[in-house]
Structure formats: structure tokens, C-alpha cells
């Protein structure tokens, strides 16, 4: 994933930092030309609670560089104009506010939060001048592509104004970043997917995606109280994020992927104000999709089942290696010989994950629809499943047996089933922890032959 700092070490050769400006703006939402209410998720100081307040810009940007001076180590400066919308004032007034800015000498590209309807043609002419002396980025919000939720946000705007904007920035090669919230009222991840898709269908060159936020002094704060809406949970969060990011393309960076509100104001969702938990949380979900975007989860093909074989021989091996007594000890190859995968292969149940760098096996295993082993516990009938078994990474793989689960879980979403089942050995204390860090709870127990183990599940 490209992200707003490897952008510009790539476009710029350094990580740059935001300082957060305040040109003294207003905004149509709340003069009066299209409403007085401001949007409903929009704070009083028009979504720029970190901004410098007063002064003018020259001593702004001093005031903001002091807050992440500590921090930059050879980078450079952002000025980026947040407040309320920054291209709504005459046009005199733009020219001033922008050049100051611009033609500060630690200030390497000019930022600007703005909506589209507010950027007449001789703002984009004025933007279009200062582009040719330093980048400029213009930020727009739009928030959700569904006509409803831009209705009852009081966007006041149609997704066309924001179709032509893009197109109008981009004739004169300026920088587009989209901001689309998370979590709007009434928005399931379809919508949350649908604004994505529209966002890159118009070749935004960057995104924000901001979860929604209940301020205390924004519309949204009397729908809280009268129980109408509701923040997101964290893990739900991080589950929409999982579904959207894998969506972005290559081309587009990712300019954020958490908010941080004002502390002071935020009502909910309160988890967000522990925002080195989030970015923790955040950071490892990255992470994740990125390392599960190394391999493709795939059905085996007929030629592979020697190979799927020899994974098992070589973790039979290895375990006598390790000192783990498991299939080693328990006849595994004569139970599950060659000939087995082969019937499992024909009843499409057997998958692997193949290496996109150069086509290799690094795991591989056989997800049953049935499992007789399972008969007497409750949950049984319940919920429908896969069960995982013969499941083995290649040695040396590391990481690969995560992956693969991982895509497991999705795999097995994706065609309906509701949970995932596995078991573990009783005796392999390591295994049984893995499995429970993973969500893997344990429903009941086994014996089959030599083996006994303990039954788990993962609701998905
Ligand atoms: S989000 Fe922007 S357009 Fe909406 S009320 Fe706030 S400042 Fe105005």
C-alpha cells in the first residue's frame, strides 16, 4: 500500500510534515448560502480543531513548524489549509493567503481542504499558477457516493459537482486527495465500498479514509442523544478496513486511515482517542494484507498432490527434528496416504497458497465440508463450516501457515460458511496457544486412533 509518506519519498525525496492552517474561512454550509447547520459530523471550527488559530500565515507555519520540529529529522513542511472550506473567499484574499504560504522557504508543497462546488474557474486558474511554483494538493470532501447519506449529512452537493472537480484539478495537473468517512449513519460496507469504487473511478491520486467521529458540538451529537446513531466499534472498524484496502490501487496513496479528533470534543467512538492503540491496531492489519498479498489461496491443481505430500513427509520429519511427538507418532502417511488428498482434490477440497514471486507451494490443506469428529458437540448443526485438516506450511515458510488461515477465513466467508473449524493436538501446548491468539476457542474433544485433541472453532 502507498502511503502518504512513501509517496513523498518517492515524489520528493523526503517525509514531509502537516502544518495545519487556518485561513480565517467559512464555509456555504454554514453562511447561509447553502445552509446554516454546517454538516452534521462537522465540529464548529469546520473539522480543523488542530489548526493554528490567528495571525497571519508567515507566523502560522512558525508556530505549527515548533509542534514537529522535534519529530523531522531532514524532512519537510506541508502548509495545509484545513479549516472550514479553503478556497471560499475572494479571490484577492486566496491569492494572499496562498502565496504567503507558498513563498515561505520551509514550505514544500501548498495543501487545500476545500469542497467542489467551491472552485470557480478562476480559483482553479489561481491554483493552476501556484502549481507551477511549488505542488499543490486540493483536498476534497466527499465523504459517501450514496445520494441518501449525502442528504442526511448535509453535504449539499451532488456527486457530478465532485466528478467535474477531479476532472477541472487534474487538466491542470494538480494533486487530488479524496476524504471519505467510515461508518456514516445508515452505511453498511456495500456503501463504504461503492464510495471507494466511485472515488476510483475518478482517479482520485490519494484517499482519506476518516472514521466517523461524534463531536460534541456537531449536528450529529443531538442524533447520538436521541439514540439514532451509533460509532463504530473498533473491530468493526478494522474489519471495514480490511475489506476496503485491499481494493486500492497501487497508484493511489493512502493519506489516512484513522481520525484523530479533538479529544476534548470526541463522544464516541472513545477507543479512537487511544491513538497509539489504533495505529498499532492499524499498522499490524497493514502489515497483514500486505504479507497475505504475497501469495494467492487457490484450489490444488492434480499435478501438485505429490508435491502437497511431500510438505507433510517434510513436517513429519521436522517434528521428529523438533522433539514434537504428532504425525510422527501417529502413522499420519499411511492414514493419509498420497491417494487420500487425490479423492479430496476431486471434491474440490483441497487448497494452497502459491507464491506470487515465483509460483511455489508454501502451505497446504484439506477443507472438509463434513466432520464426523464433530458429531457430538453442540455447535455441530448450528453454524456452517469448513474443517481445516492436514494443514502444513513448507519449512522455512515462515509466516505462511498465518497466510494461509487468514485466506482460509476469507475463502470461507466469501462462499457462505459461517465458521471455521480445526483441531489441535492436546499434547502441543504451542499449537493450542497459536490457535487461541487467532480466535480459535475450544468447543470440544476428540479421539481418533492415536490421536486426541481438542475441537476449535472461529466464528467468521
Ligand atoms: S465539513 Fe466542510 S463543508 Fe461541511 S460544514 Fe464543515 S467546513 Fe463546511
Redesign the pocket.
Given at each position: 500500500m502507498k502511503t502518504m509518506n512513501s509517496y513523498c519519498r518517492e515524489r520528493y525525496g523526503k517525509k514531509l510534515y502537516k502544518l495545519s492552517l487556518d485561513g480565517g474561512f467559512t464555509?456555504?454550509?454554514?453562511d447561509g448560502t447553502k445552509g446554516y447547520d454546517?454538516?452534521i459530523?462537522?465540529s464548529a471550527s469546520?473539522?480543523g480543531d488542530f489548526a493554528e488559530k490567528g495571525g497571519d500565515v508567515y507566523s502560522q507555519i512558525e508556530r505549527a513548524k515548533k509542534r514537529v520540529e522535534h519529530k523531522n529529522k531532514g524532512g519537510g513542511y506541508i502548509a495545509y489549509f484545513q479549516?472550514?472550506?479553503s478556497t471560499y473567499a475572494p479571490i484577492k484574499r486566496l491569492r494572499e493567503l496562498f502565496y504567503e504560504a507558498i513563498d515561505h522557504p520551509d514550505i514544500d508543497v501548498l495543501s487545500i481542504a476545500t469542497?467542489p462546488d467551491c472552485l470557480p474557474e478562476e480559483t482553479l486558474e489561481l491554483l493552476e499558477e501556484l502549481n507551477k511554483i511549488k505542488p499543490v494538493w486540493v483536498e476534497l470532501?466527499l465523504q459517501t457516493s450514496n445520494r441518501e447519506t449525502a442528504e442526511y449529512i448535509?453535504?449539499?452537493y451532488e456527486n457530478e459537482v465532485y466528478e467535474k472537480a477531479v476532472s477541472e484539478l487534474h487538466k491542470r495537473s494538480i494533486y487530488v486527495i479524496t476524504h471519505m468517512i467510515i461508518g456514516l449513519p445508515g452505511e453498511d460496507i456495500t456503501d463504504m465500498k461503492d464510495t471507494l469504487s466511485f472515488i476510483i473511478k475518478n482517479k482520485s491520486d490519494g484517499v482519506k479514509l476518516q472514521l466517523l467521529h461524534i463531536l460534541k458540538d456537531s449536528g450529529l451529537y443531538t442524533e447520538y442523544l436521541n439514540g439514532k446513531v451509533k460509532a463504530l466499534e473498533k473491530k468493526e472498524y478494522l474489519a471495514v478496513l480490511e475489506e476496503l484496502l485491499p481494493l486500492i490501487p497501487e497508484t493511489m496513496a493512502v493519506h489516512r486511515l484513522t481520525g484523530d479528533g479533538d479529544k476534548r470534543k470526541l463522544v464516541s467512538p472513545l477507543w479512537s482517542a487511544d491513538k497509539k492503540d489504533v495505529l498499532n491496531s492499524v499498522n499490524a492489519l497493514v502489515k497483514r494484507l500486505e504479507r497475505e498479498n504475497e501469495y494467492i489461496f487457490r484450489p490444488i491443481k492434480k499435478e501438485e498432490i505429490p508435491q502437497m505430500f511431500s510438505i507433510i513427509l517434510d513436517r513429519m520429519k521436522w517434528m521428529d527434528k523438533v522433539g514434537i511427538r504428532q504425525w510422527n507418532v501417529t502413522y499420519y502417511d499411511e492414514v493419509y496416504p498420497i491417494e487420500y488428498y487425490e479423492e479430496h482434490r476431486l471434491a474440490g477440497e483441497v487448497f494452497v497458497l502459491e507464491k506470487k514471486a515465483d509460483g511455489s507451494i508454501a502451505a497446504a490443506a484439506v477443507l472438509k465440508n463434513e466432520d464426523e469428529r464433530w458429531e457430538n458437540v453442540s455447535c455441530y448443526r448450528e453454524r456452517s463450516a469448513f474443517y481445516l485438516h492436514n494443514f502444513a506450511s513448507v519449512i522455512g515458510e515462515k509466516g505462511a501457515g498465518s497466510v494461509f488461515l487468514s485466506l482460509a477465513e476469507k475463502y470461507a466467508k466469501s462462499v457462505g460458511k459461517e465458521c471455521l473449524r480445526l483441531d489441535s493436538a492436546d499434547d502441543n501446548e504451542k499449537l493450542s496457544a497459536y490457535y487461541t491468539e487467532k480466535g480459535y476457542r475450544a468447543v470440544g474433544h476428540c479421539v481418533d486412533g492415536l490421536y486426541s485433541g481438542t475441537l476449535r472453532e472461529k466464528q467468521l
Open positions: 464555509c456555504p454550509n454554514r454546517g454538516c459530523f462537522c469546520g473539522s479549516a472550514f472550506t469542497r470532501g448535509r453535504r449539499g
